[in-house]
């Protein structure tokens, strides 16, 4: 069947199917169907869980094969606008905008049964951020410090620096923003920066209060308050939503920089299949083929982290939890199978002339580790992301 006549009948198909804003529907998502209930105009709630998330005029798709501009626009009719998200080994996600979101829900439907297309989701707007009790279980209580057997201290940092301080590395920070007019950041050399708010490039991005404590903590060049790895070089990206398209493109945006390490102190609601496909891909395939360590917190509900859940259940990602000044996991520190180390995570005042702004928990946790591995590669550009995670999983 030609791709013009396969065209033709989804655009039949797609005048008889138009709805407004359907009560409900679902996705796939890590082969599990999502089901979304209608509770607002553009809002809906993720069936079985305390997640609401809004939906727009676009959709994300992963097609089989690399596809040609012709090619995506004879996949759906009312199509308005096509990005490519991030090419994978062979595959490719998308970014498809329609007119209406009625246009795109509808496509939604005839797209999950397109033969070119693997996977196709709505570009999702998570709503409520706090990791959910309800994707992870276990008390914390039945966890024992004594287990720990993996984790980094304040003294092994000082150790390793005394080599390098993180030169020729680029530490890529995905956040809210960094405001480098701070004395911690202004000797910092930034070498990129990226404001998705903005949509365009900005050499001076408005302060982001996280992202800011990340990087003080990765990079501060004050004698006093000294970063992790001050000579390092700074990737910043600038993302104050969760819409998993702006997601992908950060990650985009890190690579394309030339990241050797990104680091990501958060997670989402729900872990969803893009992301960790890009999570996968970077850790394969990025830095030539020596992998892309990406740090993501453990997250701070004191729970057990499930698989396939949050982004901190990625096996291909470095987990961080959060330990006290006497080794002991944080009680507000997540834990599992999935954590690969823990670091410092006792609340510090990493900006000086804000006194009363604490920063800790295993957002400090995983800016500490991501400092450290800039010091690892400092020493040793060739070192694989195999090679680091089993030198941290040794401490």
């Known amino acids: 069947m030609s791709t013009k006549l396969v065209g033709a009948i989804f655009f039949i198909c797609f005048i008889a199917s138009t709805n407004c804003f359907a009560e409900s529907f679902t996705f796939l998502n890590l082969n599990e169907q999502i089901k979304l209930n209608k509770i607002a105009h553009s809002t809906y709630q993720v069936d079985a869980k305390n997640l609401n998330i809004r939906i ?138 990226y404001d998705f708010n903005a949509n365009n490039k900005d050499e001076n991005l408005q302060f982001g209060h996280h992202g800011t404590q990340v990087a003080s903590t990765i990079f501060s060049t004050l004698q006093k308050n000294m970063g992790i790895a001050p000579r390092a070089q700074l990737i ?19 690579q394309a920089a030339g990241a050797d390490i990104i680091n990501a102190s958060w997670n989402s609601r729900i872990l969803l299949e893009p992301i960790k496909d890009i999570v996968n891909y970077l850790a394969i395939n990025g830095r030539d083929a020596k992998g892309i360590p ?38 507000l520190s997540n834990y599992g199978g999935s954590v690969d180390l823990y670091a410092p995570g006792w609340a510090v005042n990493v900006i000086k002339l804000k006194p009363n702004t604490l920063f800790g928990a295993t957002s400090r946790a995983a800016a500490i580790t991501s400092g ?3 010091l690892m590669l400092s020493e040793n550009a060739d070192l694989t992301l195999k090679q680091i995670s089993n030198t941290l999983g040794a401490h």
Not at 108 to 131: A, F, K, R, W
Not at 240 to 254: G, H
Not at 299 to 318: D, M
């Open 294 to 331: 990406v740090v993501f917190s453990a997250g701070n509900s004191g729970q057990k982290i499930e698989p396939n859940r949050l982004e901190s259940s990625l096996k291909k990602a470095i987990i961080v939890g959060a330990i006290n000044k006497n080794n002991q996991k944080l009680p």
């Open 236 to 254: 910043s990206i600038r993302q104050l939503d969760t819409w998993t398209s702006t997601t992908l493109l950060s990650f985009y945006m890190a």
């Open 56 to 193: 727009s005029n676009r959709l994300i798709i992963k097609s089989k094969h690399f596809l040609t501009s012709e090619e995506i626009t004879h996949l759906a009719p009312q199509l308005s606008r096509q990005i490519t998200l991030f090419k994978l080994s062979t595959q490719a996600y998308y970014l498809l905008e329609f007119e209406t979101t009625d246009s795109a829900l509808s496509a939604l439907t005839l797209l999950q049964v397109h033969p070119q297309i693997s996977l196709v989701q709505p570009d999702l707007l998570q709503l409520n951020l706090t990791s959910p009790k309800s994707l992870i279980k276990e008390n914390v209580s039945k966890f024992k410090p004594e287990n720990l057997t993996h984790f980094i201290t304040l003294n092994d940092i000082k150790k390793m620096k005394e080599n390098n301080q993180g030169e020729n590395v680029k530490v890529a920070i995905i956040d809210d923003g960094i405001d480098t007019s701070i004395p911690e950041l202004q000797r910092v050399e930034q070498i990129f920066n």
């Open 372 to 374: 450290y591995i800039a």
